[in-house]
């Protein structure tokens, strides 16, 4: 059992949850990821680790309420416990030499790219963040961000806070603006992140990704988190989840995501029946 | 006067056309009546020609001719002298090929049914007396093991029984290993794995869940933190792909991942469980295997209308039990052999819609000694499938492996040891199981986790000589 420490609302949907797990805690590493399970009947799902306290022995976790397992997740409150939750799992992220990057975070995606940009600050690297939302309700971790970037640019689809329109647009402004980037950190959504890594490709510039497929174990025993990777197999949960951008297969992932869309669907609407009809 | 009978006293079993639409076990144990009478079958031979079937010791003999005289608890506590798992042992152990091969019996008719009396010894103690508690006099020397498997709990068992501090480490949130997530229900029902879980934790065995060594916690670290030895029982849990167009269209699964979600995560149980599991009208399974058999079996019961098992080479050159071809082929499973796939067909948004097949023919013999299968020219064609479940095979996790400097293994990932101990290329760590051996049995593992036990116990004791 792992207790939740702290309980924050980022926005309406997600949440964040700082908890108490010493054994995930000294040994993390940004790019790394947690399997957790909410209770005896709940599935095992990968968090990537969005921050960590080595003395305290705790992991910072950030997620959205997207389906009954994230909601039963974010029903839990401060005190309470999570049953299972092991970790720290795949590879912690390997930046190489870098002198400038260009840090980009797509919705929920920003709190994965967050221990990034971090990390990347604390090596001496100079860093241009850029993190994009659909509205401005859905904006997370701004001031954070701020904090470890050298500038922080924000956008939302519908131009209701800072640039209108996608991070693509502003990563190419900002390459054609004569920003020299030898490295481009892009987690968020799958198409943003082949959107993005298509865009650095014409450039030359290094891009790493962060996948989040299926997964069951989280280390390489399901072989669920199947990723085409320079038309090799690749596990995403032992030889990731960070991949180089431009060689990953974004069509195959973005199928591979949709296998099970109507159980989620389903899991979802009995869950919430079940607590509409507690009320 | 022994009972002379030619066969094997019958084991109850499940109905075939209802057990493959439910997940409850297939053979449904003999009674009382029927033990005794079976037991009357055994000769007790004096030079004991079972036991030398057996990985794991069991006094064979010494235990038949109890249940013979009814004396059921007694043959249970026998058997447990060297055995920890016998309600596992007696279900999956492939007697066959171990202790009945050797049964006198077996000359002129069937062997004595060694495993069902286990197996029943084992039940009735657990439906009928409460669990052991045992006091051991501790010697508060610390030992760590890697996975909470038949090789795990075995070493861990008998370490305990020698006064060692036994910490299991297992990265799953429930222990067992292969016999949790692996084996499914209707073969080894999970409540029984438990149970004889809890009695190796009787013996004062600790086990931590949610502990990926290598991961949360390094081998080397182990040392670190006051563990004089660890054997390493972490099994086969890679699983191998063919290889062939089509593998990562939707609806194909690792027998690893299917059986996984169904085993470990009840996903036969959804929506009352939240893991789901996807079963197509028509599956088709690849290999050969139990592990073959298994998730064929359980695809079966999961709806499936037609459930076709792929393997290359014949019947006679499958590696799956007898007994588990016997069942599957009851339950309706389609057996079709000297088959290979050559590639998955999918649907333009990237479901499974049909396996292409070559039809094989037998050539010389390969380095294994079995007959080298050869395509046959101008046979492909494809079946209907939506659901390809690939069981062709699992090798060791590298997990350990990367992150223990100086821990040699062989190219295909398996730990190199020393036969007899299990020591490995580190004084203090041992290894067991499958991640010795490649994918084997559980009884296997079993024995080289109770010999590696043996072994710490020796090297511990001779460490602290030196050190004196």
């Excluded at chain 2, 029984?161 to 910490?167: N, S």
């Excluded at chain 2, 690939?390 to 036969?419: F, V």
């Excluded at chain 2, 559980?442 to 072994?455: D, H, S």
């Amino acid at each position: 059992m792992y207790k939740i420490v702290k309980k924050k609302e980022l926005n309406s949907d997600v949440k964040l949850m700082v908890v108490d797990a010493p054994f995930v805690a000294r040994k993390a590493e940004p790019g790394q990821f947690v399997m957790l399970r909410v209770n005896e009947t709940g599935e095992r799902i990968p968090l990537t680790i969005a921050d960590y306290d080595r003395e305290k022995g705790t992991i910072t976790i950030i997620f959205q309420e997207v389906g009954k397992t994230t909601k039963l997740l974010g029903a839990l409150e401060e005190g309470e416990y999570i049953l299972d939750f092991a970790g720290p799992l795949g590879k912690a992220s390997h930046f190489g030499e870098v002198k400038k990057a260009a840090v980009i975070g797509g919705g929920l995606g920003t709190a994965i790219a967050y221990p990034q940009a971090k990390k990347l600050n604390s090596l001496g690297v100079s860093v241009d963040t850029i993190i994009g939302f659909r509205n401005k309700g859905l904006i997370i971790l701004e001031e954070e961000m701020r904090e470890v970037s050298d500038r922080l640019f924000v956008t939302t689809d519908d131009g209701s806070y800072g640039i209108g329109g996608f991070v693509s647009d502003v990563l190419k402004n900002l390459i054609e603006e004569g920003n020299k980037y030898d490295l481009v950190v892009a987690i968020g959504p799958l198409v943003m992140m082949k959107v993005v890594s298509n865009l650095t490709k014409e450039y030359g510039i290094k891009t790493i990704v962060s996948m989040n497929p299926v997964m069951i174990d989280g280390t390489g025993m399901c072989g669920g988190c199947r990723v085409t990777v320079g038309g090799k197999t690749m596990f995403a949960c032992v030889d990731g989840p960070d991949f180089d951008g431009h060689q990953v297969d974004f069509d195959e992932a973005i199928r591979r995501q949709a296998m099970y869309k109507d159980e989620e669907k389903q899991s979802l609407k009995e869950h919430e029946c079940k607590l509409e009809g507690t009320v | 006067m022994p009972n002379m009978s030619l066969t094997k006293v019958k084991m109850p079993e499940q109905n075939p056309n209802e057990r493959n639409k439910n997940f409850k076990e297939v053979a449904t144990g003999y009674t009382e009546e029927m033990a005794i009478e079976e037991a009357k079958r055994c000769l007790e031979c004096k030079t004991k020609p079972c036991m030398k079937g057996c990985p794991v010791n069991i006094q064979i003999p010494e235990f038949i001719s109890l249940i013979a005289e009814g004396k059921f608890e007694e043959a249970y506590l026998k058997i447990t002298e060297t055995n920890s798992l016998p309600a596992i042992c007696g279900r999956v152990c492939p007697q066959e090929s171990q202790c009945e091969m050797y049964c006198v019996r077996g000359k002129k008719g069937e062997p004595v049914a060694i495993g069902r009396l286990e197996r029943f010894a084992a039940d009735w103690f657990m439906v009928n007396r409460k669990p052991k508690v045992h006091k051991i006099k501790k010697n508060g020397i610390k030992v760590a093991v890697v996975g909470s498997g038949p090789a795990g709990l075995t070493c861990a068992g008998d370490l305990a029984k020698m006064g060692y501090d036994v910490t299991i480490f297992e990265a799953f949130h429930t222990p067992g290993g292969v016999l949790t997530y692996g084996i499914p229900e209707f073969r080894l029902p999970k409540k029984l794995v438990q149970a004889e879980i809890d009695n190796v934790r009787n013996l004062g065995v600790k086990i931590m869940t949610n502990m990926v060594i290598g991961k949360s916690i390094t081998v080397e670290e182990l040392r670190d933190e006051g563990y004089e030895a660890v054997f390493i029982g972490s099994g086969a849990g890679l699983p191998s792909f063919m290889g062939i167009p089509g593998e990562n269209l939707n609806g194909v699964y690792s027998a690893n991942e299917f059986l996984t979600r169904i085993n470990l995560m009840k996903a036969y149980m959804y929506p009352e469980v939240d893991t789901p599991v996807k079963v197509a009208e028509n599956v088709a399974v690849v290999g050969g295997g139990n592990v073959a058999m298994d998730a064929a079996r359980s695809a079966k019961r999961l709806g499936a209308e037609k459930v076709y098992i792929v393997y290359r080479r014949s019947e006679k050159e499958m590696p799956a039990r007898v007994e588990e071809v016997h069942h599957a082929k009851e339950e309706g499973i389609i057996f079709k052999l000297l088959t290979n796939p050559t590639r998955i067909l999918g649907t333009d948004d990237g479901w499974v819609k049909g396996m292409e097949c070559v039809e094989m023919e037998l050539g010389e013999p390969d380095e294994s000694g079995r007959r080298r299968p050869v395509p046959k020219k101008g046979s492909e064609h494809v079946i209907d499938v939506g659901t390809v479940i690939i069981a062709i095979g699992q090798s060791p996790n590298p997990l350990i492996k990367s992150t223990t400097p100086g821990l040699e293994t062989h190219k295909w990932g398996g730990i190199i040891t020393d036969e007899e101990t299990g020591v490995t290329s580190i004084p203090w760590v041992f290894a067991g199981g499958d991640v010795v051996t490649g994918a084997a049995t559980v009884i296997l593992a079993m024995g080289a986790g109770k010999k590696a036990a043996a072994a710490i116990d020796s090297y511990i004791k001779q460490k602290a000589e030196k050190d004196d």
